[in-house]
């Protein structure tokens, strides 16, 4: 593998890593506060079908990006009308979330455009387009010397390839995602709101003592979940894809879960189990197979790596995974 | 002292979800043009119209009371199995092997042999989550969920780089042998004068499916073990001080649960394909979880519920062949299920008890 080639897998690790980021720090509000998700992947999933449609309809991606972010916002609202205000159960909530994306889009993409569960590909203002930084070889370069991009790449400096192939040239979203991270650990683990949040994750009783709502708490959690899984959904669908095909999520949401759990519920370990995943499937998309030490390892191996590692983890074989105190259970007032 | 009659606990609240999820799904269907009325006649029509629809519709039926089964058996533990997609890939893959590699003289021998291996793989499948649920306290739907992930890595590997026969390009196993081809309900009806639908795939498995129901019921509530098991469903600490071990009750619900979900391959592997595809279980573990919840995880509820999602299954295909409505409507309809019997429960079962509570003070 040359150097190049080991650029560009990185570069392919950043773009998909993406999704997971954005929804792994989804599931870090809500599980935090004490709310279990396990439909990331479907909140994901309905985003990324409406971003893409009003993107399609409208030629405006921004608006694509909002209608992603309402359309979970909706999901996650009825997550907390079931897990804190009818104090359901949150597993079968995040279950019934899940299929009802994944038939909905469907059904939704079919009446509005008849191509098979499918949106238009996106074009031109309908996708988020690579933001080129100063100094980087981008498309505009190429056009301007009349050769391809991969031609100009490839005869670059090494330090000029890492700069316009790794850095440079992708999505706002992208960059938006890895800002994401200082962010939410800021938020958490530096504001008040963010010690309440998480105090009711551990101890919500102890919350509604000091006359705080928990209520309150939980939902507000929940629908910073919503936001941040609308947009890594808005990004699959306009940024990473040109737009919606059914079932386009593949377990990203799942994933995004191993991830959190990986991390043990911090941000910056999130950063690092979500580039981990990223680049398993950056290989796995990249090459059939792998050498390693004379052993050639298989592609599915490669694919179920996220899922074995984070069962290894939750084992307790490496350091212990201690999920927050209160999660998955209603809190009861007492009387 | 109770606030609700027990039949409205098993009966009325369940009926008054499915309304309330039906309602839904007409407005769904409402929203994107079609005439929910007019649906509802082609769906009735395509499943239960003919002896084919009815083949169809008992098919997926006994696919959904093997998992519907393994959902509640966990249920009743207090353990929610969300992996019984991947035990029933696995336990596809134990029939393949069986029916693949020895050359059974009948049938019957190896449809014994093959549910049984089924029932290993699946049980195999359901043993590791299990066995880190009770002793390192892992959330079992989490690694039941990235079991299903890898058991579908698993599968993908040995169709594609074991079992495919040489020179076939999609990635499935060769055709199992003649001699153990399993008696369909035409062959199994003929004899009895009924001359039922040749082509459509229901067969001899609906009954291991129904006496499987019949097991069950037994083992839950006439069995010490499911005295055990109920109990520790209900309270893990009240178990424990009885004296009851949590490491044996998790690891035996959670078998016999894997163990249904494979036997699921009986019906769908051997019976059907006859032979072992990808897609094979076509996200049947995860319909389970939607007929335990509506089947109250009572047996008879169960199989109830497997004969509403059957004829849900075969008239969403025959919507889709007749109508612009896509197969997906289903799933907005499962997922509504899954939605009201179980996440929203406490919605329709608030306002029930203060009403039933109300009567009641006003007869004292």
Not at chain 1, 244 to 251: C, D, N, S, Y
Not at chain 2, 201 to 225: E, G, K, M, Q
């Amino acid at each position: 593998m040359d150097f190049l080639t080991l650029v560009q897998v990185l570069d392919s690790t950043v773009r998909l890593s993406t999704p997971l980021l954005l929804a792994c720090l989804a599931g870090l509000f809500s599980e935090r506060a004490g709310i279990f998700d396990i439909g990331l992947e479907g909140k994901m999933l309905i985003a990324a079908f409406f971003s893409a449609a009003v993107a399609a309809l409208t030629g405006n991606v921004w608006l694509g990006l909002l209608s992603g972010i309402a359309s979970s916002l909706v999901l996650a609202g009825l997550h907390g009308l079931a897990s804190i205000t009818f104090r359901g159960n949150q597993l079968i909530s995040g279950v019934a979330i899940n299929f009802l994306a994944a038939g909905i889009t469907v059904l939704i993409a079919q009446d509005w455009f008849q191509q098979g569960g499918r949106t238009p590909s996106l074009i031109g203002g309908g996708r988020f387009a690579p933001v080129e930084l100063p100094f980087a070889i981008g498309a505009s370069e190429a056009e301007a010397a009349g050769r391809p991009l991969s031609q100009l790449l490839a005869e670059a400096s090494p330090l000029q390839q890492v700069y316009s192939e790794l850095i440079s040239g992708h999505s706002i979203l992208v960059y938006l995602s890895f800002l994401a991270v200082p962010l939410t650990a800021w938020v958490l683990f530096g504001t008040r709101f963010g010690l309440r949040l998480r105090a009711v994750g551990e101890n919500p009783a102890a919350v509604d003592t000091a006359g705080i709502s928990v209520v309150g708490l939980r939902f507000a959690a929940v629908g910073i979940c919503g936001v941040l899984c609308g947009i890594a959904g808005a990004y699959l669908a306009t940024a990473l894809q040109a737009g919606f095909v059914k079932e386009m999520t593949a377990g990203r949401g799942f994933i995004a879960l191993a991830a959190l759990i990986f991390a043990k519920w911090r941000p910056w370990h999130a950063l690092s189990a979500c580039l981990l995943f990223g680049l398993l499937q950056a290989l796995a998309l990249r090459f059939q197979s792998i050498n390693i030490a004379g052993v050639s390892v298989p592609v599915q191996l490669m694919e179920a790596l996220p899922y074995i590692l984070t069962v290894v983890i939750l084992a307790g074989f490496v350091g212990k995974a201690v999920p927050p105190k209160a999660g998955g259970e209603p809190y009861v007032k007492e009387r | 002292m109770e606030k609700m009659p027990k039949w409205a606990d098993v009966v009325l609240i369940p009926l008054i979800s499915l309304l309330l999820a039906a309602a839904l799904s007409a407005l769904v269907i409402l929203g994107i043009g079609e005439d929910p009325i007019e649906a509802v006649k082609t769906m009735i029509t395509g499943a239960l119209g003919s002896t084919y629809g009815w083949g169809y519709t008992l098919y997926y039926a006994t696919n959904f009371l093997f998992t519907g089964l393994a959902v509640s058996v966990a249920y009743h533990a207090g353990l929610f199995n969300i992996g019984g997609e991947g035990q029933a890939m696995l336990g596809g893959l134990g029939v393949a092997l069986i029916c693949l590699f020895i050359p059974w003289p009948h049938w019957s021998i190896a449809l014994i042999v093959a549910a049984i291996a089924a029932g290993l793989f699946g049980a195999a499948w359901a043993a590791i989550p299990a066995y880190l649920q009770a002793k390192r306290g892992s959330h079992v739907v989490i690694t039941t969920i990235m079991f299903n992930f890898i058991a579908f890595s698993v599968l993908n590997y040995m169709l594609v780089n074991v079992l495919k026969p040489q020179g076939a390009m999609d990635p499935a196993t060769a055709r199992f042998p003649e001699a153990i081809h399993l008696p369909s309900l035409h062959e199994i009806l003929l004899p009895l004068g009924i001359n039922f639908s040749k082509s459509a795939p229901a067969n001899v498995s609906l009954l291991v499916a129904i006496a499987a129901c019949f097991v069950v019921w037994l083992l839950i509530w006439r069995t010490w073990l499911g005295h055990e098991i109920r109990a520790f469903g209900k309270s893990e600490s009240g178990a424990r001080y009885a004296g009851m071990s949590p490491l044996k009750i998790t690891m035996i619900a959670m078998l016999i649960s894997g163990a249904l979900c494979g036997m699921m391959a009986i019906n769908n592997v051997m019976g059907e394909a006859e032979r072992l595809v990808l897609n094979s279980t076509e996200g049947a573990g995860f319909i389970g979880i939607a007929v335990a919840l509506m089947g109250r995880n009572h047996p008879f509820g169960v199989f109830l519920a497997a004969l509403l999602f059957g004829f849900l299954y075969q008239g969403g295909a025959e919507l889709a062949l007749w109508s612009s409505i896509p197969r997906e409507l289903i799933v907005v309809i499962q997922a509504l299920v899954i939605l009201f019997t179980g996440a929203l429960d406490n919605m329709v079962r608030m306002p029930l008890e203060k009403l039933f509570i109300a009567v009641r003070k006003e007869k004292a």
